[in-house]
């Protein structure tokens, strides 16, 4: 298509705009007559590609750019120590590095996400199970690798989500605000036994028993007086009533995992006081959060986790109008990230206009993080499904690239054949040359049709992966759910990046 014609296409694609974030506006080319637009990327963008591939520096610069060109505020989550770089370098390409926010250990911020969550604007502000919530995606991935196959499983999950439940129910009535620390202290502190509820020595040193007393003398709401009743129930009767055995593994599943965001820099990062929320991005703040797993292991996953869940749940609440700014959530090396949350999130926060993009390696990956098996398989299809546009680079994972040619599909195929046959005295006639003493040989050809992969799994074996050996050029191929795209007619299309070398 030239360059005139481009012209008037994007005019026609344009009129009516009524905002710079209209859902028609172009981000960028698939080829000269296939535009990705707002709309295209608020439905969600998962991209696959080997080690080497491209992938990164192919489709995902091109898309991180085109996004920051449109001033989308949004949040980045970093896996490799260099991550953080390469998002300040990205926005300076695109005028955009007085916007960005470094989160890390030597930052000024801070943010704790469990007040934030208590104290929040809204009318779901403060509920306890949204908080509850927030904590059980951090005991989700502190407890990925354990395997436990235990068939009551779902027992310690239940009973350390009502143990939760009431830590968190107490603090805000007693205290007003909720940090991790006291989330420890008053849940090491409650009683193990009838009799210990009763003595003088461990009223006199409980932190629990103290929280108690404050939440009986401050004045409650009637949903907090009802609330504080079933708390009191619980730490006083119930809970100290528990087996030994029981009791402690319960107390050990939460105290274990949130003990890591209680100490350090994380302690000081998400336990003090806000300011920095996930809000900012809806102001067009970048957040990077420079604590790559690569560099910072658990600890760097947990925070990060946590990030993503609070932007998560904030960014869904806001109130759209045609004039909202479209916002971002990144997350290269997605496997670190994933969470059972993420299914539900990818369903409608399209209507939120937060563009999902996640890229790994290959789906297996993401089956493994998702705890693998039939339920982790599951869970990963679910995320898959709801994000509309697939991005596949080189890949020798057979696994991953059966995948890609099934969502690419299939098509009804013409396929030749041709037969001969000929007696043996044929043959030997025709290697004397004396074919004239012979009849030729039988022969027959002919077509067949049948259904097969449009692009085949070997096809993504072969794409280009960049580099000076293949003058920075990355191939693709791109998948649009419910798309026909005009350079192929077909649903599917090869694209093309150049890196930046």
């Given amino acids: 298509m030239t360059r005139s014609l481009f012209g008037r296409w994007f005019k026609k694609r344009s009129r009516g705009a009524q905002s710079p974030w209209d859902r028609a506006v172009p981000l960028l ?90 104290r929040r604007a809204g009318v779901g502000a403060g509920l306890t199970e949204n908080i509850v919530q927030m904590i059980g995606t951090i005991l989700e991935v502190g407890d990925r690798g354990s395997g436990s196959g235990r068939e009551n499983d779902g027992y310690w999950r239940k009973a350390s989500q009502q143990l939760c439940r009431n830590l968190v129910d107490l603090l805000a009535i007693a205290k007003g605000r909720i940090t991790t620390p006291d989330i420890y202290r008053l849940a090491v502190s409650a009683p193990t036994s009838l009799e210990q509820v009763r003595s003088d020595e461990w009223r006199s040193k409980s932190f ?118 479209p916002v971002f959530l990144w997350a290269d090396e997605m496997q670190n990230f994933v969470t059972s949350y ?39 299809a679910s995320l898959f499904a709801n994000l509309n546009t697939k991005i596949f680079h080189a890949q020798t994972d057979p696994v991953t690239n059966e995948w890609a040619a099934s969502i690419v599909g ?7 054949n041709a037969s001969s046959s000929s007696t043996p005295e044929e043959r030997m006639n025709g290697a004397l040359g004396m074919r004239w003493l012979t009849h030729p040989g039988n022969t027959s050809a002919g077509f067949s049709e049948s259904y097969d992969f449009e692009v085949q799994p070997a096809v993504f074996t072969q794409l280009r992966t960049g580099g000076r050996a293949n003058a920075g050029i990355v191939d693709a191929i791109v998948v649009q759910n ?19 070398l």
């Fill in 208 to 325: 629990c028993w103290h929280c108690l007393g404050e939440g009986l003398k401050r004045e409650k709401t009637p949903r907090q007086a009802s609330d504080f009743e079933l708390v009191a129930d619980y730490f006083l009767r119930e809970f100290p009533a528990l087996a030994d055995k029981t009791r402690s593994v319960v107390v050990s599943t939460l105290s274990s995992t949130i003990d890591v965001l209680n100490r350090g820099a994380l302690r000081e990062l998400f336990c003090g006081d806000t300011n920095l929320t996930p809000q900012a991005a809806e102001e067009g703040k970048i957040i990077i959060v420079d604590l790559a797993v690569k560099e910072f292991g658990e600890v760097g996953q947990f925070a990060q986790v946590l990030w993503k869940y609070a932007f998560q749940r904030s960014i869904e609440r806001r109130v759209v109008t045609p004039e909202t700014r």
């Fill in 482 to 500: 419910g798309r026909t795209f005009e350079s192929t007619g077909k649903s599917w299309t090869q694209a093309t990046f150049r890196q930046d």
């Fill in 342 to 380: 993420d299914m539900q999130f990818q369903t409608t926060c399209r209507g939120a206009r937060v563009a999902t993009v996640l890229l790994t390696q290959n789906v297996s990956n993401v089956y493994a993080a998702l705890g693998g098996g039939e339920k982790g398989r599951a869970e990963a």
């Fill in 29 to 118: 080319q698939w080829s000269d007559v296939d535009p990705w637009t707002i709309g295209d990327a608020v439905e969600g963008t998962l991209v696959f590609g080997a080690t080497g591939s491209g992938k990164t520096s192919g489709s995902g610069r091109a898309i991180a750019t085109s996004m920051l060109r449109r001033k989308f505020g949004g949040l980045v989550l970093t896996a490799k120590s260099d991550e953080c770089q390469t998002w300040l370098r990205y926005a300076r390409e695109c005028g955009r590095e007085d916007d960005v926010v470094v989160f890390g250990v030597e930052s000024p911020w801070t943010f704790n996400p469990i007040d934030f969550e208590l």
């Fill in 410 to 416: 299939r098509s009804l195929q013409q396929f030749g």
